[in-house]
């Protein structure tokens, strides 16, 4: 038995993006509506199972109902860009789910939806239609059921006609009555002045239409009856503006919405193009699009040759050999197990040279009889080229073997030759190249709880093919690099900086567990605490991490305004509170509850689980080929994230102290590194002049946008004047920064407009990159890293307009990005040069991290910032500052 489902795109999608906070992949696409659309979405598949589904868009602004009323959806505001340019997105990802979508100018998705329906009356078809407008509920019938979105998009409320006559006391076409009474302030459709839905409902029970109303005013009384009268052509108009029209002219049929479910690889590829791990995780669509294991593994024509003994020493020196004389023509990989190399488990090493491939697995790499393989891997001298190798160095290394003389990553190269790629799987990357395809490790080894290391002939197999795809793909991207300009970018700066945080990686930083346990105290006793002045306020005690019990105190005891409901009672999120701290009290102190639980147990006890036995330090790991900008990542555990802007989180540094009796703990930050990135390459005059006479940036800008001198910017103005300088550097909005300043959007676009005029530089370089970008399809940094920008031509203005919000602040913050790297490889060449004992620890942000010795901190509190300021040359000075203490929170 068929069932429809019809979905109001624009509708759902708008919700969603208010409802989701805000999200983002790693080329920075807004990403919070299509993945609240796609939730709901994947929700009414599983629930409803549907055979026939369509999501119906707007097609433009004007609409056939603008004849009448050029005022129809007047009101509205401009679609912030960070939603608009989430529609294509949107929309290529229902193709990737096999679901229709229709537009059509002239109409809206409303009356597409309205046609559909009656077209389900007539061929008595079950059909429930999502939406967020209850201007839907005419469309109810014994067919038809309306689902209004409430709460964002987190639950539903269904409508049949007999539910719209509990809820209203009307028919579903009595909805277009209703509307034509009270009109509808979001449509900007007037109605009547003054009658609300209770009046209005009150009216159609009496009298049952608008033109009812209209017959019989002379039952109306006073000012109602003054105003009906006067308005009488506008409650006819908003009743016609209100009706749906079910007669659009189609281009497509009912086989055409039909639904024959998604296939899981192309999901698969979209999914993770979004960076939607947890739906992949959710479908378990990890393997998808990958051959079976062995049938891939021996699809490769590869002679493979398995080193196991000391009786394979004749096969280890061949190897060794092949090597040698291969040079650069080679391919190594090592299979280390699990996402954290400080955890992960190797299984061996595979070499391919030639068309054969030598794999020696970790047991026998560990034996005396493979002593010389292990000082060739440890010979810096010896180039290789590896797949991950970052992540090689630091497993091999707490496996007890040296890594060294990385040469070539192609999964670094890949990364660098794309950003915006985010699946850089050897798969993936052979795929890129036309290369024989090589299997995902899910179909090798399994998933979850079905993972298993296959047997040996299949796990050799699988490394040999991984090797042999490592020396081919070394060929095909260096001479990449080289076409590009990048070699300097690739060979100088990541290459090596890969094996500088191997270095810090394995070095990791001490933590003083007494010191984070004595916090984790004190934070318990600011709990107690709390939690006793908040059972006070409330006069009672409960359990204030329960949502249902604080929304029992807060609004029912206390009589706080409701602010928004959910399917389980009142809602207590964050932005509920925050609405909520000016009314009592009490609000503050549960925000701050809630604020020293994260710390407690996010960081207190999570950097515990952290410390390693062995060593007592902290040793986190950082991604390279994540951020499309170029910036750094740090995982298990993130130590960029350490929240410093409230004390109790600062207080966390505390513990993080020098590995060595009497050293001391230095940091060097940069000071407003994009701002003067952005002085550089705008060549803004006035930006440069504040940098050049080392003044307060935000302090200038407020001056110069304000008209003021500088004793007249107060703190209001400089915290404007900070927020939309930093908001051009990230391509913020009106809206972006309406929200970061708590105005509208018309003052926030009047700010910016005030700023461009201003710094007229900024606005040319603007102007000048966009073009730039059109003509040559990417935009560069300084150093020559690359995004690449096809959208920029797209006809679809949403996508267009990221593409250009991306090519104006790529280069800002790509350059920030390479700067820091390139003071981290200027740093560690220093150190070594000078023979000092002084060692980089972390890189957070724009800090630089250093345990030192006492007897060279004066030296280093010159050297570093000298190094780091130094590290490239701009038109503007670049500028670090230094603090030391015996901890990292006394060195800031």
Same mark, same amino acid.
């Given at each position: 038995?068929?069932?429809?489902?019809?979905?109001?795109?624009?509708?759902?999608?708008?919700?969603?993006?208010?409802?989701?906070?805000?999200?983002?992949?790693?080329?920075?696409?807004?990403?919070?509506?299509?993945?609240?659309?796609?939730?709901?979405?994947?929700?009414?598949?599983?629930?409803?199972?549907?055979?026939?589904?369509?999501?119906?868009?707007?097609?433009?602004?004007?609409?056939?109902?603008?004849?009448?009323?050029?005022?129809?959806?007047?009101?509205?505001?401009?679609? #912030?860009? *960070?939603?608009?340019?989430?529609?294509?997105?949107?929309?290529?990802?229902?193709?990737?789910?096999?679901?229709?979508?229709?537009?059509? /100018?002239?109409?809206?998705?409303?009356?597409?939806?309205?046609?559909?329906?009656?077209? $389900?009356?007539?061929?008595?078809?079950?059909?429930?239609?999502?939406?967020?407008?209850?201007?839907?509920?005419?469309?109810?019938?014994?067919?038809?059921?309306?689902?209004?979105?409430?709460?964002?998009? /987190?639950?539903?409320?269904?409508?049949? #006609?007999?539910?719209?006559?509990?809820? =209203?006391?009307?028919?579903?076409? &009595?909805?277009?009555?209703?509307?034509?009474?009270?009109?509808?302030?979001?449509?900007?459709?007037?109605? @009547?002045?003054?009658?609300?839905?209770?009046?209005?409902?009150?009216?159609?029970?009496?009298?049952?239409?608008?033109?009812?109303?209209?017959?019989?005013?002379?039952?109306?009384?006073?000012?109602?009856?003054?105003?009906?009268?006067?308005?009488?052509?506008?409650? @006819?108009?908003?009743?016609?503006?209100? !009706?749906?029209?079910?007669?659009?002219?189609?281009?497509?049929?009912?086989?055409?919405?039909?639904?024959?479910?998604?296939?899981?690889?192309?999901?698969?590829?979209?999914?993770?193009?979004? *960076?939607?791990?947890?739906?992949?995780?959710?479908?378990?669509?990890?393997?998808?699009?990958?051959?079976?294991?062995?049938?891939?593994?021996?699809?490769?024509?590869?002679?493979?040759?398995?080193?196991?003994?000391?009786?394979?020493? *004749?096969?280890?020196?061949?190897?060794?050999?092949?090597?040698?004389?291969?040079?650069?023509?080679?391919?190594?990989?090592?299979?280390?197990?699990?996402?954290?190399?400080?955890? $992960?488990?190797?299984?061996?090493?595979?070499?391919?040279?030639?068309?054969?491939?030598?794999?020696?697995?970790?047991?026998?790499?560990?034996? #005396?009889?493979? $002593?010389?393989?292990?000082?060739?891997?440890?010979?810096?001298?010896?180039?290789?080229?590896?797949?991950?190798?970052?992540? @090689?160095?630091?497993?091999?290394?707490?496996?007890?073997?040296?890594?060294?003389?990385?040469?070539?990553?192609?999964?670094?190269?890949?990364?660098?030759?794309?950003?915006?790629?985010?699946?850089?799987?050897?798969?993936?990357?052979?795929?890129?190249?036309?290369?024989?395809?090589?299997?995902?490790?899910?179909?090798?080894?399994?998933?979850?709880?079905?993972?298993?290391?296959?047997?040996?002939?299949?796990?050799?197999?699988?490394?040999?093919?991984?090797?042999?795809?490592?020396?081919?793909?070394?060929?095909?991207?260096?001479?990449?690099?080289?076409?590009?300009?990048?070699?300097?970018?690739?060979?100088?700066?990541?290459?090596?900086?890969? %094996?500088?945080?191997?270095?810090?990686?394995?070095?990791?930083?001490?933590?003083?567990?007494?010191?984070?346990?004595?916090?984790?105290?004190?934070?318990?006793?600011?709990?107690?605490?709390?939690?006793?002045?908040?059972?006070?306020? $409330?006069?009672?005690?409960?359990?204030?991490?329960?949502?249902?019990?604080?929304?029992?105190?807060?609004?029912?005891?206390?009589?706080?305004?409701?602010?928004?409901?959910?399917?389980?009672?009142?809602?207590?999120?964050?932005?509920?509170?925050?609405?909520?701290?000016? =009314?009592?009290?009490?609000?503050?102190?549960?925000?701050?509850?809630?604020?020293?639980?994260?710390?407690?147990?996010?960081?207190?006890?999570?950097?515990?689980?952290?410390?390693?036995?062995?060593?007592?330090?902290?040793?986190?790991?950082?991604?390279? !080929?994540?951020?499309?900008?170029?910036?750094?990542?740090?995982?298990?555990?993130?130590?960029?994230?350490?929240?410093?802007?409230?004390?109790?989180?600062?207080?966390?540094?505390?513990?993080?102290?020098?590995?060595?009796?009497?050293? =001391? @703990?230095?940091?060097?930050?940069?000071?407003?590194?994009?701002?003067?990135?952005?002085?550089?390459?705008?060549?803004?005059?006035?930006?440069?002049?504040?940098?050049?006479?080392?003044?307060?940036?935000?302090?200038?800008?407020?001056?110069?946008?304000?008209?003021?001198?500088?004793?007249?910017?107060?703190?209001?103005?400089?915290?404007?004047?900070?927020?939309?300088?930093?908001?051009?550097?990230?391509?913020?909005?009106?809206?972006?920064?309406?929200?970061?300043?708590?105005?509208?959007?018309?003052?926030?676009?009047?700010?910016?407009?005030?700023?461009?005029?201003?710094?007229?530089?900024?606005?040319?370089?603007?102007?000048?990159?966009?073009?730039?970008?059109?003509?040559?399809?990417?935009?560069?940094?300084?150093?020559?890293?690359?995004?690449?920008? #096809?959208?920029?031509?797209?006809?679809?203005?949403?996508?267009?307009?990221?593409?250009?919000?991306?090519?104006?602040?790529?280069?800002?913050?790509?350059?920030?990005?390479?700067?820091?790297?390139?003071?981290?490889?200027?740093?560690?060449?220093?150190?070594?040069?000078?023979?000092?004992? /002084?060692?980089?620890?972390?890189? %957070?942000?724009?800090?630089?991290?250093?345990? %030192?010795?006492?007897?060279?901190? *004066?030296?280093?509190?010159?050297?570093?910032?000298? %190094?780091?300021?130094?590290?490239? &040359?701009?038109?503007?000075?670049?500028?670090?500052?230094?603090? =030391?203490?015996?901890?990292?929170?006394?060195?800031?």
């Amino acid at each position: 038995m068929d069932k429809w489902i019809l979905i109001d795109g624009n509708s759902i999608a708008n919700r969603a993006f208010y409802a989701m906070p805000p999200l983002t992949n790693s080329a920075g696409l807004h990403t919070n509506a299509v993945f609240g659309f796609t939730t709901m979405l994947l929700r009414l598949l599983e629930e409803e199972k549907p055979t026939h589904v369509l999501v119906a868009f707007d097609a433009g602004k004007v609409v056939f109902r603008h004849e009448g009323y050029t005022e129809y959806k007047g009101g509205r505001a401009k679609t #912030p860009p *960070e939603l608009s340019e989430q529609f294509p997105v949107m929309k290529d990802l229902l193709k990737a789910f096999g679901i229709s979508q229709f537009e059509l /100018s002239g109409y809206e998705a409303d009356d597409i939806i309205g046609t559909l329906t009656r077209m $389900a009356d007539e061929q008595n078809v079950q059909t429930l239609v999502v939406t967020g407008d209850k201007d839907m509920l005419q469309l109810a019938s014994d067919n038809v059921t309306i689902a209004i979105t409430r709460k964002g998009i /987190s639950e539903v409320e269904q409508f049949s #006609p007999a539910a719209i006559d509990e809820k =209203y006391g009307l028919k579903p076409m &009595q909805i277009i009555d209703l509307k034509g009474l009270m009109g509808d302030a979001s449509d900007n459709i007037p109605g @009547i002045p003054g009658v609300g839905e209770k009046t209005a409902l009150k009216m159609l029970h009496e009298f049952g239409s608008v033109e009812e109303v209209l017959a019989n005013t002379d039952s109306l009384k006073g000012k109602m009856k003054e105003k009906v009268e006067t308005h009488k052509d506008d409650a @006819i108009m908003s009743k016609k503006l209100a !009706t749906i029209f079910r007669e659009v002219p189609l281009e497509h049929g009912v086989d055409d919405i039909r639904y024959d479910g998604y296939q899981p690889a192309v999901l698969a590829d979209a999914f993770r193009k979004l *960076e939607f791990k947890s739906l992949i995780e959710r479908l378990d669509l990890s393997g998808e699009g990958a051959d079976s294991g062995e049938e891939a593994a021996l699809a490769v024509e590869l002679n493979v040759v398995v080193i196991e003994s000391d009786n394979d020493g *004749e096969a280890l020196q061949t190897m060794l050999s092949a090597l040698q004389e291969a040079g650069a023509d080679h391919g190594l990989y090592v299979e280390a197990i699990g996402e954290n190399p400080h955890q $992960a488990v190797v299984l061996g090493l595979a070499a391919a040279v030639g068309d054969t491939a030598y794999v020696v697995p970790i047991a026998a790499l560990q034996q #005396p009889f493979a $002593a010389e393989l292990r000082s060739w891997l440890a010979d810096e001298d010896k180039p290789k080229n590896g797949f991950d190798t970052h992540k @090689i160095e630091l497993a091999l290394g707490w496996s007890g073997i040296e890594w060294k003389g990385a040469a070539f990553d192609v999964q670094l190269a890949a990364y660098l030759l794309d950003p915006t790629d985010t699946n850089l799987t050897l798969n993936a990357l052979c795929d890129r190249y036309g290369q024989a395809s090589v299997p995902l490790d899910e179909a090798v080894y399994g998933k979850g709880a079905k993972f298993k290391v296959p047997d040996t002939e299949l796990l050799y197999r699988h490394l040999a093919v991984k090797a042999d795809a490592v020396r081919k793909l070394t060929a095909l991207e260096s001479a990449d690099l080289e076409k590009r300009g990048m070699n300097k970018l690739f060979y100088e700066l990541e290459q090596p900086l890969s %094996v500088i945080l191997a270095g810090m990686e394995r070095q990791g930083i001490e933590v003083e567990k007494a010191e984070l346990e004595r916090l984790g105290s004190e934070l318990e006793s600011k709990l107690t605490s709390a939690v006793s002045e908040i059972h006070r306020l $409330a006069g009672m005690e409960f359990n204030i991490g329960s949502p249902k019990q604080l929304g029992e105190v807060l609004f029912e005891m206390l009589g706080l305004p409701v602010q928004k409901k959910t399917k389980t009672g009142y809602s207590t999120d964050a932005e509920v509170l925050e609405k909520l701290a000016p =009314y009592h009290e009490i609000v503050p102190l549960i925000l701050h509850y809630r604020t020293l639980s994260k710390l407690q147990s996010t960081y207190i006890e999570g950097l515990l689980k952290e410390i390693r036995q062995e060593t007592g330090k902290i040793h986190t790991y950082y991604r390279q !080929t994540i951020a499309a900008t170029g910036r750094l990542s740090s995982q298990f555990p993130n130590l960029q994230n350490i929240p410093i802007r409230l004390e109790e989180g600062r207080q966390i540094r505390k513990a993080f102290v020098p590995s060595e009796p009497g050293w =001391y @703990i230095l940091a060097a930050d940069y000071s407003q590194i994009e701002l003067r990135v952005l002085a550089h390459i705008s060549g803004d005059e006035r930006l440069k002049e504040a940098f050049i006479h080392d003044m307060d940036i935000h302090t200038k800008t407020a001056m110069d946008v304000f008209g003021v001198s500088a004793d007249q910017v107060d703190a209001n103005m400089r915290r404007s004047a900070k927020a939309v300088n930093f908001g051009i550097v990230y391509g913020i909005s009106d809206f972006g920064l309406s929200q970061n300043l708590n105005i509208t959007r018309k003052e926030a676009a009047k700010f910016i407009e005030q700023y461009f005029e201003v710094f007229q530089g900024v606005r040319k370089y603007m102007d000048d990159i966009v073009m730039q970008a059109r003509r040559d399809g990417f935009v560069t940094t300084l150093l020559e890293r690359r995004r690449y920008l #096809p959208e920029i031509k797209a006809s679809n203005f949403n996508l267009r307009s990221f593409a250009e919000r991306t090519a104006m602040n790529t280069p800002i913050q790509g350059t920030a990005a390479d700067i820091i790297k390139l003071a981290m490889v200027r740093m560690d060449e220093t150190l070594r040069e000078r023979g000092l004992k /002084s060692r980089m620890l972390l890189q %957070v942000h724009d800090e630089l991290v250093f345990e %030192v010795p006492e007897e060279e901190l *004066e030296l280093m509190k010159e050297l570093v910032p000298s %190094v780091m300021a130094g590290a490239l &040359q701009l038109d503007v000075p670049l500028k670090a500052d230094v603090n =030391y203490g015996v901890n990292w929170y006394e060195a800031k």
